[in-house]
């Protein structure tokens, strides 16, 4: 069945809110709005407003009752706008929710999800645009995963609600649109595992949430070049599965991250760092990435593609480090 | 163009100081030729180049000391002109210029002037993997090309290089130069212990000659054989003599892979694996043997036949000498040598007869067995040879 990523994580929410009386969402214009991506749209007439509720514009105040309902028993799903608005409740998400396990000593924890929009590409400006995954996917007792696929969309949500601790999904603003097939495989979505989602034999694309796109577009299009490339879904940023990278590299002896962060301090330095620290001797080229421009995103829309990880990068950068560069212009 | 490097000249040298030249720009040197005194920490040494061509540029000054391997010299290669010269040295340059602003190169005692534009300190461009892949294949990475980003040595050029055979004076000096390090290395580092005793071989020799007796001659066993399946056996007791010795300590053999000494017609010599020569029938390691030496001599080994040896066997019986006095090849720890089978006098039950006697030798390292041990295994070999039936069969 073909059908959009939000309706695949529409009816992820709708299926965890019918089934289990502790599940509750919460954030900024998710009720009378319809959430601003639509994905909650008719949830408050269906479910009404005791667990479809409509928040203050304060991230850190929302987050927090999200903690405390947690702690209380309930199964809150809290959703924050985009990525840059979590900052404001960075504090309850680091320094409480991620922390109350190992303080306690395992005596509580905080069953809390966190769903974000991430990402560039709407022309949405420098304050909604950017892609912190990285900061998250630093923080110990936090899971963190970003669903590419819309089988992931309608499947992560279930075990982030049984997961006992703070999970973060990061939900791409570009993919809400885009469709795929559900597959009976979300059924077995995990916290956990990486996946091939295309096999090859020259280089490993690296990639997770909106970049996994551009990754197979660019595998597609070195196909064509004779270049076999492989494509890794990351899928789960905390805990990392190093295992599906190494296997991958040591098979195909290069590889490109493509991260929508910044290029310093990113996630992808994290991966390649990783690949030097597990499989340098497999290595036939030094690891590359394809990240942002290390400026605010920009609006207008040139200078906003300009700014990101495209195709055209991606597939520059596997032909240079096969040493299938074309000519320059 | 020739970039002329800085030869090793001894085991001990890994940096010279320039005394003279011999040449200077405009000069046509011939193969052999002297074109610098280098002073050592030895002694002052004549400088040989093994190439034909016409000098360019001379970029060492006197009294200047740089590592071994650093270039000292362009030279045009006969029929190059200087604009082909120009062009290369371009190119490298180029490519030097188009690598990321890395960080500076650590600073060396060389001169920048003598640094190859290839990257720092002369260290080649060479991808981890294939680097190993290099090793395993025992190729050597300055033959190698490469053709990845900068200019880097990659797993495929490494297999095209590999693919490549080289020219049959390349090879012997190749090999001449690698017996030599890796002997130099074995009389460097392995402390050899040296054991021999005479073996008759009457009842081997018999047994021999009455297992062949209506056999075609394709299907008959050599002496050389039963030696192997002999050695094969009694290293099973004595595994501290076969395996390897690496990282300070002792690792034993997967199995008995018996390296067999072969010298090739146009010298030189290699030992290449035969494995599991324990578990083999007299048959079919006769079988296994002749193949080996076939295609050791026409060349065509597998790299895995080249590293796989756990020991060395020699047979240098043919060669009419009597005992051998083997060198170990590294890493392994024990070589054993048989010299000449001939009859000689034998005291057998009180009387003096005339028997077929084989000297059997043992070189091994006192790192990994003692004379005692060594000495055991010598016996056990006698014992196994007087014995021979049971070496006609693969073992259970």
């Given at each position: 069945m073909t059908i959009t990523y939000r309706e695949a994580m529409r009816e992820a929410l709708h299926d965890a809110l019918a089934r289990d009386p502790r599940v509750f969402l919460m954030g900024e214009d998710i009720g009378k709005y319809g959430g601003s991506y639509a994905v909650s749209k008719g949830f408050l007439d269906e479910f009404g407003p005791d667990r479809i509720r409509d928040t203050p514009l304060s991230e850190l105040a929302f987050v927090g009752a999200g903690i405390g309902a947690a702690l209380g028993g309930m199964r809150p799903i809290v959703e924050i706008m985009t990525v840059n608005f979590s900052l404001l409740a960075l504090d309850q998400i680091v320094n409480t929710a991620a922390l109350y396990s190992h303080m306690s000593g395992g005596q509580f924890h905080v069953p809390l999800v966190i769903r974000m929009a991430t990402g560039a590409g709407r022309q949405l400006a420098a304050q909604h645009s950017h892609s912190l995954e990285n900061w998250y996917a630093h923080v110990p007792g936090l899971t963190v995963v970003a669903p590419a696929t819309v089988d992931d969309a309608r499947g992560m949500l279930g075990p982030a609600l049984a997961n006992p601790d703070p999970v973060v999904i990061f939900e791409h603003a570009m993919l809400y649109n885009a469709e795929g097939e559900l597959t009976d495989a979300w059924r077995s979505a995990d916290l956990s595992s990486a996946r091939v989602l295309r096999p090859g034999t020259d280089v490993t694309l690296i990639a997770w949430g909106g970049t996994v796109w551009k990754a197979l577009e660019a595998a597609k299009s070195l196909a064509g070049a004779g270049i076999e490339a492989e494509v890794i879904d990351l899928r789960v940023l905390r805990p990392l599965d190093d295992a599906t990278v190494m296997d991958s590299v040591r098979r195909t002896h290069r590889a490109i991250v493509v991260d929508e962060g910044w290029r310093s301090g990113s996630l992808a330095a994290e991966i390649m760092a990783r690949i030097m620290e597990q499989a340098l001797y497999d290595l036939d080229a030094p690891v590359a990435r394809v990240c942002s421009e290390e400026v605010p995103i920009p609006y207008a829309k040139h200078m906003e593609e300009a700014a990101l990880p495209q195709t055209s990068k991606i597939v520059a950068a596997a032909r240079q480090m096969l040493g299938k560069a074309e000519a320059s212009a | 163009?020739?970039?002329?490097?800085?030869?090793?000249?001894?085991?001990?040298?890994?940096?010279?100081?320039?005394?003279?030249?011999?040449?200077?720009?405009?000069?046509?040197?011939?193969?052999?030729?002297?074109?610098?005194?280098?002073?050592?920490?030895?002694?002052?040494?004549?400088?040989?180049?093994?190439?034909?061509?016409?000098?360019?540029?001379?970029?060492?000054?006197?009294?200047?000391?740089?590592?071994?391997?650093?270039?000292?010299?362009?030279?045009?290669?006969?029929?190059?002109?200087?604009?082909?010269?120009?062009?290369?040295?371009?190119?490298?340059?180029?490519?030097?210029?188009?690598?990321?602003?890395?960080?500076?190169?650590?600073?060396?005692?060389?001169?920048?002037?003598?640094?190859?534009?290839?990257?720092?300190?002369?260290?080649?461009?060479?991808?981890?993997?294939?680097?190993?892949?290099?090793?395993?294949?025992?190729?050597?990475?300055?033959?190698?090309?490469?053709?990845?980003?900068?200019?880097?040595?990659?797993?495929?050029?490494?297999?095209?290089?590999?693919?490549?055979?080289?020219?049959?004076?390349?090879?012997?000096?190749?090999?001449?130069?690698a017996i030599g390090a890796a002997m130099a290395r074995s009389k460097r580092e392995i402390?050899?212990?040296?054991?021999?005793?005479?073996?008759?071989?009457?009842?081997?020799?018999?047994?021999?000659?009455?297992?062949?007796?209506?056999?075609?001659?394709?299907?008959?066993?050599?002496?050389?054989?039963?030696?192997?399946?002999?050695?094969?056996?009694?290293?099973?007791?004595?595994?501290?003599?076969?395996?390897?010795?690496?990282?300070?300590?002792?690792?034993?053999?997967?199995?008995?892979?018996?390296?067999?000494?072969?010298?090739?017609?146009?010298?030189?010599?290699?030992?290449?694996?035969?494995?599991?020569?324990?578990?083999?029938?007299?048959?079919?390691?006769?079988?296994?043997?002749?193949?080996?030496?076939?295609?050791?001599?026409?060349?065509?080994?597998?790299?895995?036949?080249?590293?796989?040896?756990?020991?060395?066997?020699?047979?240098?019986?043919?060669?009419?000498?009597?005992?051998?006095?083997?060198?170990?090849?590294?890493?392994?720890?024990?070589?054993?040598?048989?010299?000449?089978?001939?009859?000689?006098?034998?005291?057998?039950?009180?009387?003096?007869?005339?028997?077929?006697?084989?000297?059997?030798?043992?070189?091994?390292?006192?790192?990994?067995?003692?004379?005692?041990?060594?000495?055991?295994?010598?016996?056990?070999?006698?014992?196994?040879?007087?014995?021979?039936?049971?070496?006609?069969?693969?073992?259970?």
């Amino acid at each position: 069945m073909t059908i959009t990523y939000r309706e695949a994580m529409r009816e992820a929410l709708h299926d965890a809110l019918a089934r289990d009386p502790r599940v509750f969402l919460m954030g900024e214009d998710i009720g009378k709005y319809g959430g601003s991506y639509a994905v909650s749209k008719g949830f408050l007439d269906e479910f009404g407003p005791d667990r479809i509720r409509d928040t203050p514009l304060s991230e850190l105040a929302f987050v927090g009752a999200g903690i405390g309902a947690a702690l209380g028993g309930m199964r809150p799903i809290v959703e924050i706008m985009t990525v840059n608005f979590s900052l404001l409740a960075l504090d309850q998400i680091v320094n409480t929710a991620a922390l109350y396990s190992h303080m306690s000593g395992g005596q509580f924890h905080v069953p809390l999800v966190i769903r974000m929009a991430t990402g560039a590409g709407r022309q949405l400006a420098a304050q909604h645009s950017h892609s912190l995954e990285n900061w998250y996917a630093h923080v110990p007792g936090l899971t963190v995963v970003a669903p590419a696929t819309v089988d992931d969309a309608r499947g992560m949500l279930g075990p982030a609600l049984a997961n006992p601790d703070p999970v973060v999904i990061f939900e791409h603003a570009m993919l809400y649109n885009a469709e795929g097939e559900l597959t009976d495989a979300w059924r077995s979505a995990d916290l956990s595992s990486a996946r091939v989602l295309r096999p090859g034999t020259d280089v490993t694309l690296i990639a997770w949430g909106g970049t996994v796109w551009k990754a197979l577009e660019a595998a597609k299009s070195l196909a064509g070049a004779g270049i076999e490339a492989e494509v890794i879904d990351l899928r789960v940023l905390r805990p990392l599965d190093d295992a599906t990278v190494m296997d991958s590299v040591r098979r195909t002896h290069r590889a490109i991250v493509v991260d929508e962060g910044w290029r310093s301090g990113s996630l992808a330095a994290e991966i390649m760092a990783r690949i030097m620290e597990q499989a340098l001797y497999d290595l036939d080229a030094p690891v590359a990435r394809v990240c942002s421009e290390e400026v605010p995103i920009p609006y207008a829309k040139h200078m906003e593609e300009a700014a990101l990880p495209q195709t055209s990068k991606i597939v520059a950068a596997a032909r240079q480090m096969l040493g299938k560069a074309e000519a320059s212009a | 163009m020739i970039e002329f490097k800085l030869p090793s000249l001894g085991a001990e040298m890994d940096e010279g100081t320039l005394v003279e030249w011999k040449i200077k720009p405009g000069d046509t040197v011939h193969k052999g030729d002297v074109v610098a005194v280098v002073d050592t920490s030895k002694s002052a040494i004549d400088v040989e180049i093994w190439q034909d061509g016409m000098v360019l540029e001379l970029l060492l000054e006197l009294h200047q000391t740089v590592p071994v391997g650093t270039v000292i010299a362009r030279l045009l290669e006969p029929g190059e002109t200087p604009e082909h010269a120009d062009a290369e040295k371009r190119r490298i340059a180029e490519a030097a210029a188009a690598k990321p602003p890395a960080a500076p190169a650590p600073s060396a005692p060389t001169p920048t002037k003598v640094v190859p534009a290839t990257g720092s300190e002369g260290r080649r461009r060479v991808s981890p993997a294939a680097r190993v892949h290099a090793q395993t294949l025992g190729i050597d990475l300055a033959r190698v090309t490469g053709t990845g980003p900068q200019g880097a040595v990659t797993i495929e050029d490494v297999e095209r290089a590999a693919a490549q055979k080289p020219s049959a004076d390349d090879r012997a000096l190749a090999m001449r130069t690698a017996i030599g390090a890796a002997m130099a290395r074995s009389k460097r580092e392995i402390p050899h212990y040296y054991l021999a005793t005479d073996i008759p071989l009457e009842r081997a020799t018999r047994w021999l000659a009455k297992r062949n007796q209506g056999r075609a001659v394709t299907e008959r066993a050599l002496m050389a054989a039963v030696f192997l399946k002999s050695v094969a056996l009694a290293l099973r007791k004595f595994p501290e003599l076969n395996g390897y010795y690496r990282d300070g300590g002792f690792v034993a053999g997967s199995g008995t892979h018996l390296g067999v000494a072969i010298s090739l017609r146009q010298g030189g010599l290699i030992a290449p694996a035969i494995r599991d020569v324990g578990s083999l029938s007299l048959d079919e390691l006769m079988k296994r043997l002749t193949d080996l030496v076939a295609r050791a001599r026409a060349l065509t080994l597998k790299s895995s036949e080249m590293t796989d040896a756990t020991i060395t066997v020699t047979n240098l019986g043919d060669q009419g000498v009597e005992v051998v006095h083997g060198v170990i090849y590294p890493p392994q720890v024990a070589l054993v040598g048989f010299g000449k089978m001939s009859v000689r006098p034998w005291v057998r039950d009180g009387n003096v007869m005339a028997e077929p006697v084989v000297t059997a030798s043992l070189s091994a390292d006192h790192r990994a067995s003692d004379g005692h041990r060594g000495a055991l295994f010598l016996n056990e070999l006698n014992r196994l040879l007087q014995e021979p039936e049971p070496l006609d069969e693969a073992p259970k």
